[in-house]
């Protein structure tokens, strides 16, 4: 027997989950739902049925776990909280601050619905919180730095498209060899932003635009640029077709700790990501908690969790006696 | 209140075990107990009283925990399942073959005793084995390394030191830095022993000893040597107390994978550690489970476990609330 999973929302991210549910034998696809018209919408997997948003929750007899693949900003907050009452559910929601408004809400409709919802899932937060989490109990004490890149920045690649004159542009956020190199030496260093990481931009300008003007508008930029050593590449519209498509990211997370009665030795924990894919590696980490999620609720759980709250075991096909057998 | 944990067994663990109960306020240490004569030991926390092993039973209601630092050989196979019938243990038996078996006898003692025992704690056994599973569910068809080094192996550096002539011996065990550099890139080689790690090895010769005929032994040595590529270098006495009286080590999980729905997308995930005490580390990771034993004992759950059937929330000492505003 499978578990059956609906996707809703069907953006890069959805579509990352319909290839990672490719991946995993003992999963399959029952719907996909968007608030999109389900006629337009053309997905991958054959003899699988778009609905609309509003159909959800007919279908809830048909579905094990509900993958919510849509924004932060307006989507989750009103979604999460409103399917899991019917539905156990795994989000990505990813505004920091408000996670515990975000938990709260989830918790009190999921036990309602007594269902499973987890939320801000994904890699960071996701694997990175983890690593923080794992690093920090083991090296109380010490100190953490998590770094992002080499990937491309949406939120910073939008704010310069905003920009009179840009057609188009993908923004990379990197981190600095220099403060990586001064973090695993276990120096820990106190360092701003503009030393953490840098930023590279390659622009698409429209006809004639004033390129030294695009410029200054990108590095002076308060909050997105002002703050980091910016770099600017003009490039052409087929540059950017044929050499930024991909939307890559990764990053490090890292802790140096200290042990012995007089702190005498030290020691680096370091956890790295380097994906080709941002939404399908989320997408990823997303169906594999859906699997969480449905034995969690199997089990008779319900309420809101994050990654911090389920053991690891249950995101694995595998037994506990294999996983004992063959990964420990 | 503080979570009282007893150590058993007082050597480099036990010790390490000793100083991270320092590191972590909300534990305290209540008592130490050996199979040496007590009277003979002399630990580090002043006013903690030294017990035979014999006595622990007696002092059951004064521990939390009692994390177990003797070795897999002879020690932990009798000793974790004994001792989990009135106490809530941790141990790092790390035999990988005999753990099904380890587990078994553990789970039987902890159900009768209505305690928690948490097995094959450590780094690997432990957080290797974390990460494996944690990337290995999130790429699904991808690709596991682990390489361990460079660090000193106690049972090498022991087999040297049989050898006649041989005064004193320290071995590192050094992953292949082409073999990483190939499993970083997606490549998903297939490597000999020899392919992924050298040894290396510092010996103190008795004075007048055959050279030739020691390296020879050495690196002819089945099993040990003999699928390596060995280096022996001889060192006088000073030199390795001076240069080789740390015990470090370390390694790296490294898991490559495909996502897309033609697995057009590649992935790394890398977890590392650089450690200048092995023991100490270990003993670090004990001391975080010895938290998560207590606990789950506390909410009423019983039956031998490992890292993989503890939620990650269970080693750290901030609340669930805290862990979500500060970590996630």
Same mark, same amino acid.
């Not at 739902?33 to 049925?49: A, C, M």
């Given at each position: 027997?499978?578990?059956?999973?609906?996707?809703?929302?069907?953006?890069?991210?959805?579509?990352?989950?319909?290839?990672?549910?490719?991946?995993?034998?003992?999963?399959?696809?029952?719907?996909?739902?968007?608030?999109?018209?389900?006629?337009?919408?053309?997905?991958?997997?054959?003899?699988?049925?778009?609905?609309?948003?509003?159909?959800?929750?007919?279908?809830?007899?048909?579905?094990?776990?509900?993958?919510?693949?849509?924004?932060?900003?307006? !989507? /989750?907050?009103?979604?999460?909280? =409103?399917? #899991?009452?019917?539905? *156990?559910?795994?989000?990505?929601? &990813? @505004?920091?601050?408000?996670?515990?408004?975000?938990?709260?809400?989830?918790?009190?409709?999921?036990?309602?619905?007594?269902?499973?919802?987890?939320?801000?899932?994904?890699?960071?937060?996701?694997?990175?919180?983890?690593?923080?989490?794992?690093?920090?109990?083991?090296?109380?004490?010490?100190?953490?730095?998590?770094?992002?890149?080499?990937?491309?920045?949406?939120?910073?690649?939008?704010?310069?498209?905003?920009?009179?004159?840009?057609?188009?542009?993908?923004?990379?956020?990197?981190?600095?060899?220099?403060?990586?190199?001064?973090?695993?030496?276990?120096?820990?260093?106190?360092?701003?932003?503009?030393?953490?990481?840098?930023?590279?931009?390659?622009?698409?300008?429209?006809?004639?635009? !004033? /390129?030294?003007?695009?410029?200054? =508008?990108? #590095?002076?930029?308060? *909050?997105?640029?002002?703050?980091? &050593? @910016?770099?600017?590449?003009?490039?052409?519209?087929?540059?950017?077709?044929?050499?930024?498509?991909?939307?890559?990211?990764?990053?490090?997370?890292?802790?140096?700790?200290?042990?012995?009665?007089?702190?005498?030795?030290?020691?680096?924990?370091?956890?790295?990501?380097?994906?080709?894919?941002?939404?399908?590696?989320?997408?990823?980490?997303?169906?594999?908690?859906?699997?969480?999620?449905?034995?969690?609720?199997?089990?008779?759980?319900?309420?809101?969790?994050?990654?911090?709250?389920?053991?690891?075991?249950?995101?694995?096909?595998?037994?506990?006696?294999?996983?004992?057998?063959?990964?420990?």
């Amino acid at each position: 027997m499978t578990i059956k999973i609906g996707i809703v929302g069907y953006g890069n991210l959805g579509k990352g989950v319909e290839c990672a549910i490719r991946h995993n034998p003992d999963m399959e696809l029952a719907a996909v739902f968007t608030r999109r018209d389900p006629e337009t919408l053309k997905i991958l997997t054959e003899g699988v049925k778009v609905y609309s948003y509003e159909e959800a929750e007919s279908k809830k007899e048909f579905i094990d776990v509900l993958i919510l693949c849509g924004g932060s900003a307006t !989507d /989750l907050p009103a979604q999460t909280p =409103e399917l #899991v009452k019917h539905f *156990n559910v795994v989000d990505s929601f &990813d @505004t920091h601050a408000k996670i515990p408004e975000h938990f709260a809400a989830v918790d009190t409709a999921a036990a309602q619905g007594k269902k499973v919802g987890i939320i801000s899932v994904g890699w960071d937060p996701g694997m990175f919180s983890l690593n923080r989490l794992y690093a920090g109990a083991v090296l109380p004490g010490g100190h953490d730095y998590t770094f992002w890149g080499r990937g491309v920045s949406q939120g910073h690649s939008d704010a310069i498209r905003r920009i009179k004159g840009v057609k188009d542009a993908r923004q990379y956020t990197i981190p600095v060899d220099k403060a990586l190199k001064e973090v695993r030496e276990g120096k820990n260093p106190e360092l701003t932003v503009r030393e953490k990481h840098t930023r590279e931009c390659f622009v698409v300008a429209e006809e004639g635009a !004033d /390129l030294d003007r695009i410029r200054e =508008e990108i #590095v002076t930029m308060p *909050n997105y640029f002002s703050d980091y &050593d @910016t770099t600017v590449h003009f490039i052409s519209e087929e540059e950017l077709l044929r050499d930024h498509k991909k939307i890559p990211h990764g990053g490090f997370v890292i802790r140096t700790g200290k042990t012995g009665w007089e702190d005498e030795n030290s020691h680096v924990i370091e956890y790295s990501l380097k994906l080709d894919s941002n939404p399908e590696f989320t997408a990823s980490v997303l169906t594999s908690y859906a699997r969480a999620a449905y034995r969690l609720n199997q089990e008779g759980q319900s309420g809101c969790k994050t990654v911090f709250d389920v053991a690891p075991a249950y995101l694995s096909p595998l037994s506990g006696e294999e996983l004992r057998r063959h990964l420990l």
